[in-house]
């Protein structure tokens, strides 16, 4: 069974502090995403990567930053966290090559910055 | 970019009735347009999807239909039953790089009362 986890389901954190979501993929999948999903405004994506150490800007990259040091794990950075990055952090997962491959998609990280 | 509008925000219907929701993109190039369920607590998972080459597709009580010249979609469901109660989101794909990227639509919430 397909199978993509994300670290934590619940995160509070404060104003400034750095903040890192772990997203980890158990399908061999080469194409990894972040998006934030608010109500009201669907999922916006914000970066996603093709390949180990790869990585392009989605729609709204704008005070994250991601890793991707191995196949299997992509990271989301707040490098200083900001109230209106209080959101429901979502992470995806596919395999490459043709359109419309299926995203699979984790549980979810819900973050709320005071 | 691609924009994809979502119609209704909430829908409620009485069980065993049919549920519509519409969608539009701008983008001629897209050619892939999935469904995804998102039920509560949950990412979201790929319901149905449809290719720019078919005007319709069919999986028991769920169908898509898809009209390029208009560029609309929509996702039509049968026989309602409670546990279809969930948000639901459309999707386009465009090419981007070597990965395609899914721009969602802002969802419908919909409800199957008893």
């Known amino acids: 069974d397909v199978k993509v986890t994300q670290s934590s389901r619940y995160l509070v954190k404060r104003t400034g502090e750095k903040v890192f979501l772990e997203c980890v993929q158990d399908m061999d999948h080469e194409n990894m995403f972040w998006y934030r999903q608010d109500p009201g405004l669907g999922l916006r994506l914000i970066y996603f990567s093709y390949d180990v150490k790869m990585k392009e800007k989605g729609d709204i990259p704008e005070g994250y930053s991601v890793s991707r040091e191995k196949k299997e794990r992509f990271s989301l950075i707040l490098e200083s966290a900001s109230t209106n990055q209080t959101s429901m952090y979502l992470c995806?997962?596919?395999?490459?090559?043709?359109?419309?491959?299926?995203?699979?998609f984790g549980p979810g990280t819900r973050l709320l910055v005071l | 970019g691609e924009n994809v509008e979502q119609h209704p925000s909430t829908l409620s219907v009485q069980e065993g009735d049919s549920a519509v929701i519409k969608c539009t993109y701008s983008?001629?190039?897209?050619?892939?347009f999935p469904w995804y369920k998102q039920e509560l607590g949950k990412g979201p998972q790929l319901i149905i999807d449809i290719r720019s080459n078919v005007g319709e597709k069919k999986d028991q009580r769920i169908a898509v239909t898809l009209n390029k010249t208009a560029k609309h979609f929509s996702l039509h469901i049968t026989e309602t039953q409670p546990e279809d109660s969930a948000v639901y989101f459309c999707a386009a794909t465009t090419i981007t790089g070597t990965a395609s990227k899914l721009t969602f639509g802002t969802g419908t919430r919909l409800q199957v009362t008893l």
């Open positions: 983008d001629s190039a897209s050619n892939y």
């Open positions: 995806a997962s596919s395999s490459p090559g043709w359109v419309g491959e299926t995203q699979y």
